[in-house]
């Protein structure tokens, strides 16, 4: 008789991480892809991803999914971000952060703070944003920044965006390297989803006639993750804190309890009739708080979006 393979793991390899989320505090210079390899080193799995990017320059809340909550992602309602930024009043660039080239400078020693606060009014609300032409919008298929990088224009079109608060904290007086006065100006805002930081910085500036662009930047929420879950990936590396994927469902999406009968039946297909519940996915938890499923309702019935049992 053939011997059949041993197929239990050695008592030296580590146990997979579990299925969950990992709110990571982004260092600046990395990119969001750079965090995923990171990660996929510290957990021990190429089942990694991310919801939503973050520019190289910018730090703080990074949302990232392990093994089955990368099926995650793409539901999770992080619709409103926050953010911490300091935007240059008096220079302009190409990129319109300080990672680009400097393009214009004019004092901004004069600029007043009524001035400052009439421009900031006009980036509050439901605007019409133009991205940033070194941004990931694509034209015609092609990535703008990588349009621009090949030494072509770009004109990109307006899209509405909603900055729903706008606060200035501290304007400092300084000196830009070239001698120019500036004004940095260290401000907070919420946001919609594909608002650009940075163009409302190069806006702001355009308004008040002295160009600006953006120095510095914090993302401080996304959806309902906040900078005190987050941690470093040096703690992740010393101590990797998951959020598992029942308890990261339970707090991004309305909960929907079923009894053992019809968990058989939602994990066999069979569209369930759903209960009244707020539009968009909802988690399905079985018996015991077992996270079942994702679904959504499709006249009175649960369609499912993504079956975990």
């Not at 709110?23 to 969001?32: H, L, N």
């Not at 320059?57 to 995650?72: C, F």
């Not at 010393?238 to 029942?246: D, H, N």
Request: proline share 7%; charged share 20%.
């Amino acid at each position: 008789m053939a011997e059949h393979p041993c197929t239990e793991q050695p008592a030296d390899r580590p146990a997979p991480p579990p299925d969950g989320l990992v709110i990571v505090d982004k260092p600046a210079g990395f990119t969001s892809h750079d965090v995923v390899a990171k990660m996929r080193g510290i957990a021990r799995t190429r089942r990694v991803g991310h919801a939503g990017t973050l520019d190289p320059m910018a730090t703080g809340v990074l949302v990232l999914g392990l093994g089955k909550a990368t099926r995650l992602l793409g539901h999770l309602a992080l619709t409103e971000k926050e953010y911490v930024a300091t935007i240059r009043l008096g220079q302009s660039t190409v990129t319109d952060d300080a990672e680009g080239e400097i393009t214009a400078s004019t004092p901004a020693d004069a600029i007043t703070r009524e001035a400052l606060d009439a421009a900031v009014a006009q980036q509050t609300g439901p605007i019409q944003q133009v991205p940033s032409q070194v941004s990931a919008v694509k034209v015609n298929g092609k990535r703008s920044y990588a349009r621009v990088r090949q030494g072509e224009e770009v004109e990109l079109a307006a899209r509405p965006v909603t900055v729903s608060s706008f606060d200035v904290h501290d304007v400092r007086e300084e000196t830009a390297g070239d001698g120019t006065p500036v004004r940095d100006v260290l401000v907070s805002l919420v946001c919609s989803s594909g608002t650009y930081v940075r163009a409302i910085a190069r806006d702001i500036g355009a308004g008040l006639a002295v160009g600006g662009h953006l120095t510095a930047l914090r993302r401080t929420r996304v959806g309902p993750y906040a900078v005190a879950a987050a941690r470093t990936l040096e703690h992740h590396q010393e101590a990797l804190t998951v959020l598992p994927i029942g308890e990261a469902a339970a707090q991004a999406f309305p909960r929907w309890n079923v009894g053992e009968r019809q968990a058989k039946l939602l994990s066999n297909g069979v569209q369930l009739d759903m209960p009244a519940l707020p539009p968009g996915p909802v988690a399905v938890f079985g018996p015991g708080g077992r996270f079942l499923a994702l679904v959504e309702e499709r006249k009175g019935k649960a369609r499912s979006l993504a079956v975990f049992a």
